[in-house]
């Protein structure tokens, strides 16, 4: 439904942050230095190896590099554009600075979908510099993956097809009760080389063993639920049309509620709106004050919103810093949402905004 190419093998696991952990293993082994038999601890051959992602990548790469033992450092954060995209030349000068540097650069996290903005990094460019540095490419569309099953907003993966792996959450976008996390991956065979390892109680007999499957091979647990059923069942349920009409019409109401922050002068949008998510606070003006005093002025009167509106228990709205500045999200992405919930919330934004400004 997303459109990727055949050649991409799927595996289920809980949540994104587990699906781009096993992926940046991936990348590792895929190094060929020798990690899951030696380790990285104590070896003076191995230089401190590089994954790369954006500023707005979500904080599960952190937790990856963590988890890996490849530590913090290891993870160097590329500045962002104006729109919250990856720098790619920012990009390409750090991969080369490492290397001049005799570190090992071998991953990087490109994201559709931020979880802040939901920006897109530039897939195409950074694609094109994962295949010249020979860099295994991760996407991360936790969160906008389920937009390519819409025919118009495919564009949004545009590059994912040549990606190692891509990441994508059913549970986030596609109405599938949490936990349900997919992970296309090209090169399975690099992910089973990380993480098969068949005890003698495990193993299947020789008939067998050519027809199963084992879905302990590519990542670290053994037992695992039935995820699929419940997928299978929403796919089954709405189709791929009925599920690509309620996210059309997600877009739709985020553009709805985004032109009326923009017809209004107390209110201003924080970023673009690609998808359903919709950034922006509120901004009465005062005048003659200082640019820092309206910004913390503008900081707190956004906060007290938030909480204003959330205590009504009408609308849930949560929040992030662009720009140093608190920020408003209104993300919708419920199946039963509905234009009269929009126009509801914008009633209660306006009204609650008299009450504390
Ligand atoms: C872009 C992105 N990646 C990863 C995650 C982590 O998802 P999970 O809760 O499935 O680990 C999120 C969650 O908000 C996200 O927005």
Redesign the pocket.
């Known amino acids: 439904m997303m459109g990727l190419p055949e050649e991409f093998e799927g595996i289920i696991y809980d949540?994104?942050?587990v699906s781009t952990m096993h992926a940046i293993a991936a990348a590792r082994e895929a190094l060929d230095v020798g990690v899951r038999e030696e380790g990285m601890s104590g070896r003076a051959d191995l230089p401190l190896l590089r994954v790369y992602a954006s500023e707005q990548a979500?904080s599960?790469v952190d937790k990856s590099v963590i988890t890996l033992g490849l530590g913090q450092r290891s993870l160097r954060k590329i500045p962002t554009d104006d729109q919250f995209r990856m720098n790619t030349e920012a990009l390409t000068s750090a991969i080369e600075e490492d290397r001049r540097a005799g570190l090992l650069p071998f991953c990087v996290v490109a994201?559709v979908?931020?979880?802040s903005t939901s920006s897109i990094d530039p897939v195409p460019t950074i694609a094109d510099i994962c295949a010249r540095e020979r860099l295994w490419l991760h996407v991360?569309t936790?969160?906008a993956g389920s937009a390519a099953i819409v025919p118009e907003l495919r564009y949004a993966i545009e590059g994912c097809e040549r990606a190692d792996s891509v990441v994508t959450?059913p549970h986030k976008w596609l109405f599938t009760p949490i936990d349900i996390?997919v992970l296309y991956c090209r090169r399975m065979d690099t992910l089973r080389r990380a993480f098969s390892l068949v005890a003698e109680y495990l193993r299947t007999s020789e008939g067998e063993a050519g027809e199963v499957r084992n879905q302990m091979d590519t990542g670290v647990q053994l037992g695992r639920r039935f995820r699929s059923l419940k997928l299978w069942m929403v796919l089954r349920y709405f189709g791929h049309e009925g599920l690509a009409a309620r996210i059309r019409e997600h877009c739709r109401l985020a553009r709805l509620f985004a032109s009326f922050i923009e017809e209004s002068p107390d209110w201003e949008l924080m970023a673009p709106v690609p998808f359903a998510l919709v950034c922006f606070r509120a901004r009465p003006g005062v005048e003659g004050e200082t640019t820092e005093a309206r910004a913390s002025r503008l900081d707190a009167l956004n906060e007290r919103l938030l909480s204003a509106v959330n205590a009504t228990g009408e609308a849930f709205l949560s929040h992030t810093k662009l720009h140093d500045a608190l920020t408003l999200r209104l993300a919708i992405g419920n199946i039963r949402t509905a234009e009269s919930h929009i126009r509801r919330t914008w009633q209660l934004l306006n009204d609650e905004m008299e009450r504390v400004k």
């Open positions: 949540t994104a942050s979500h599960s994201t979908g931020t979880t991360d936790a969160y959450n996390s």
